[in-house]
């Protein structure tokens, strides 16, 4: 039907400009006019919905409506059709903490995507496996996954896609330590963005400088970046990414002894992490509660808090955040309530086992990248 891929294309520009919401009224409105036979459009119709629940951090509808794209992808019994449909249902399940599952799901996009030689396809399955390695703890794995899908796509052309591997790839070398390479990355991506005009991942790299700065002590500077990034996940009704940015907001703010203001960003990010279930922001929410209880000489509090960080770091597999948890707690369990020690702790052997450097627990808070 010519209208409905009209109004589907409408809907996927406005998308594309970050503007979810309006994307999703106007695909509510194709739905109704597409025949229940146009398994083309009902299809796409889906896939679309999902991206744009995906980005408003509603990953219960983001799957149901990639549930229904894959139903019609079955019905049109097209193979490239129910490897988009998984690759992006993984997403939404690596949103929620199930990392494994999101690898199974791009496994099975990834042998399809193979066998048509759809190049473009597999760079998005490497840049999806980038993040999704990253999630796990396997941060070289992420490194490379990252590299190679940039690699694939400046090849293509796609400078948009490109923009997104630098952004991962800052991410995944502020995790490693490798913090003037992080502040490279997504320099890089800003300058690149800027001149795309795309606002999302504008923002992306605005709290990724944020991040990298924090990461090497400029906090004044890192707070404003923050806000610039704030401005604009708020304005495009991004929760996901604005909950990460309230935490490292907050974490700034408390090593600059901002006590109150901490807090508060905090206390935010913990409600947007509650809304998005997202069990790794809430590990981190529960690490600087518990930094903040030790400081206020509360450490009896303060490990049962870490203590429930590592029960749930374990639980799903996060390998990064189960070494800082246990780092905390090792830290509060030699009776350490006051806010500086005089010698470092002992090199705890699960960052030697990621590959990454260990953050400096000579002093609370913890600046954990």
Same mark, same amino acid.
């Given at each position: 039907?010519?209208?409905?891929?009209?109004?589907?294309?409408?809907? @996927?520009?406005?998308?594309?400009?970050?503007?979810?919401?309006?994307?999703?009224?106007?695909?509510?409105?194709?739905?109704?006019?597409? @025949?229940?036979?146009?398994?083309?459009?009902?299809?796409?119709?889906?896939?679309?919905?999902?991206?744009?629940?995906?980005?408003?951090?509603?990953?219960?509808?983001?799957?149901?409506?990639?549930?229904?794209?894959?139903?019609?992808?079955?019905?049109?019994?097209?193979?490239?059709?129910?490897? @988009? !449909?998984?690759?992006?249902?993984?997403?939404?399940?690596?949103?929620?903490?199930?990392?494994?599952?999101?690898?199974?799901?791009?496994?099975?996009?990834?042998?399809?995507?193979?066998?048509?030689?759809?190049?473009?396809?597999?760079?998005?399955?490497?840049?999806?496996?980038?993040?999704?390695?990253?999630?796990?703890?396997?941060?070289?794995?992420?490194?490379?996954?990252?590299?190679?899908?940039?690699?694939?796509?400046?090849?293509?052309?796609?400078?948009?896609?490109?923009?997104?591997?630098?952004?991962?790839?800052?991410?995944?070398?502020?995790?490693?330590?490798?913090?003037?390479?992080?502040?490279?990355?997504?320099?890089?991506?800003?300058?690149?963005?800027?001149?795309?005009?795309?606002?999302?991942?504008?923002?992306?790299?605005?709290?990724?400088?944020?991040?990298?700065?924090?990461?090497?002590?400029?906090?004044?500077?890192?707070?404003?970046?923050?806000?610039?990034?704030?401005?604009?996940?708020?304005?495009?009704?991004?929760?996901?990414?604005?909950?990460?940015?309230?935490?490292?907001?907050?974490?700034?703010?408390?090593?600059?002894?901002?006590?109150?203001?901490?807090?508060?960003?905090?206390?935010?990010?913990?409600?947007?992490?509650?809304?998005?279930?997202?069990?790794?922001?809430?590990?981190?929410?529960?690490?600087?509660?518990?930094?903040?209880?030790?400081?206020?000489?509360?450490?009896?509090?303060?490990?049962?808090?870490?203590?429930? !960080?590592?029960?749930?770091?374990?639980?799903?597999?996060?390998?990064?955040?189960?070494?800082?948890?246990?780092?905390?707690?090792?830290?509060?369990?030699?009776?350490?309530?006051?806010?500086?020690?005089?010698?470092?702790?002992?090199?705890?052997?699960?960052?030697?086992?990621?590959?990454?450097?260990?953050?400096?627990?000579?002093?609370?808070?913890?600046?954990?990248?």
């Amino acid at each position: 039907m010519k209208t409905g891929k009209n109004t589907l294309d409408k809907a @996927d520009s406005l998308r594309q400009k970050a503007l979810y919401r309006q994307s999703l009224s106007v695909l509510r409105a194709a739905q109704r006019s597409i @025949d229940s036979k146009d398994y083309e459009n009902l299809f796409n119709c889906h896939l679309l919905s999902g991206h744009n629940w995906r980005m408003l951090g509603d990953f219960v509808k983001a799957i149901a409506h990639y549930e229904k794209a894959e139903l019609f992808a079955g019905k049109l019994g097209s193979k490239s059709h129910q490897a @988009d !449909a998984a690759s992006s249902l993984a997403l939404s399940h690596r949103a929620q903490g199930d990392w494994k599952k999101a690898l199974a799901l791009l496994g099975q996009s990834e042998k399809i995507y193979n066998k048509l030689d759809d190049e473009e396809a597999l760079a998005f399955v490497l840049w999806s496996k980038g993040g999704t390695l990253r999630i796990k703890g396997d941060i070289e794995g992420a490194i490379k996954a990252f590299s190679e899908a940039k690699r694939l796509f400046t090849g293509l052309g796609d400078l948009h896609a490109a923009g997104y591997c630098l952004n991962g790839l800052g991410g995944a070398l502020r995790i490693k330590g490798a913090y003037k390479s992080s502040l490279g990355n997504y320099t890089k991506a800003n300058a690149l963005f800027g001149k795309l005009k795309d606002p999302f991942g504008l923002a992306y790299s605005f709290c990724g400088i944020g991040n990298a700065m924090r990461m090497s002590g400029s906090h004044d500077e890192a707070l404003a970046y923050f806000r610039r990034a704030l401005r604009v996940y708020n304005r495009i009704g991004d929760i996901v990414s604005s909950s990460y940015t309230l935490w490292s907001a907050s974490k700034s703010l408390a090593i600059m002894g901002k006590k109150a203001k901490s807090l508060r960003s905090l206390k935010e990010a913990e409600k947007l992490f509650g809304k998005t279930r997202d069990p790794r922001g809430k590990i981190y929410c529960l690490l600087s509660e518990a930094e903040l209880k030790s400081m206020e000489g509360r450490v009896k509090t303060a490990i049962g808090l870490a203590q429930k !960080a590592i029960d749930a770091a374990k639980k799903h597999g996060f390998a990064v955040e189960a070494c800082h948890s246990s780092s905390f707690l090792e830290l509060l369990l030699q009776g350490q309530s006051a806010p500086s020690l005089k010698k470092p702790l002992k090199d705890t052997d699960c960052y030697k086992k990621l590959g990454i450097k260990k953050p400096d627990f000579r002093n609370l808070p913890v600046n954990i990248p």
